[in-house]
């Protein structure tokens, strides 16, 4: 238990960026969890490409919020653009051979 004027202040603080922290660790957790259940439904091209600007737009904010690194998030979001551009590749129509 802290005993100063200070580190009580300091508690109260650090709780309160612990609630900020967890929030949006979970929002972007979450994001992905919907991420995925979007790639391996395997027929949603069109619903991966939505699901992706939301994700994108979620790890954007949460390195803003310095919850994650930003390298992180850039990362996180190269990865999955290039499963959802893999995806559309695979159930896109066929070319035609001229």
Do not use: C
Not at 18 to 47: P, T
Request: zero cysteines.
């Amino acid at each position: 238990m802290p005993n100063t004027k200070s580190a009580k202040k300091a508690l109260r603080g650090s709780a309160k960026k612990r609630k900020h922290n967890i929030f949006w660790k979970d929002k972007y957790k979450a994001s992905i969890k919907s991420m995925k259940a979007s790639l391996a439904s395997s027929n949603g091209g069109e619903v991966s490409k939505d699901q992706m600007q939301v994700l994108q737009g979620v790890l954007d904010k949460a390195s803003k919020e310095k919850v994650i690194h930003k390298n992180k998030a850039n990362r996180l979001k190269s990865r999955y653009a290039r499963k959802v551009s893999a995806l559309s590749k695979t159930t896109g129509k066929p070319k035609k051979n001229a």
